[in-house]
């Protein structure tokens, strides 16, 4: 094993302990707890034994087990870019309605004011 990967290892381990135990800050559901922790877990495989994730790879179709790698890779960015995308969204418009809310609330009536011609 070289040094890269046992540096990646402890790394890869760091943030699914981070990520598992901080559920104030990670809000997600356990699902995606569940899938974040396989896909780790595929990781820590992919790195461990590549001739058996090359072996799968070809299996499917694909020539090199890095390919199989990166496109799962390409994914999972894509699904992690779409859904902050919405979360941020959605934070947005709640913002929005949270600012009208307290404006209503804290407006006052105008006194003395002339008609509007």
Do not use: C, H
């Amino acid at each position: 094993m070289i040094w890269f990967q046992i540096l990646a290892i402890i790394g890869l381990l760091a943030l699914v302990g981070f990520f598992v135990v901080n559920r104030g800050t990670a809000r997600s559901s356990a699902g995606v707890k569940i899938l974040f922790v396989a896909f780790v877990g595929f990781g820590l495989y992919a790195m461990l034994r590549q001739d058996d994730v090359t072996w799968v790879a070809n299996k499917i179709g694909i020539q090199r087990g890095l390919d199989l790698v990166l496109f799962l890779l390409v994914i999972a960015f894509a699904f992690t870019t779409v859904s902050t995308y919405l979360r941020f969204r959605d934070l947005e418009v709640k913002y929005a309605r949270l600012a009208r809310a307290i404006a209503l609330q804290n407006a006052e009536k105008p006194e003395n004011r002339p008609p509007a011609a």
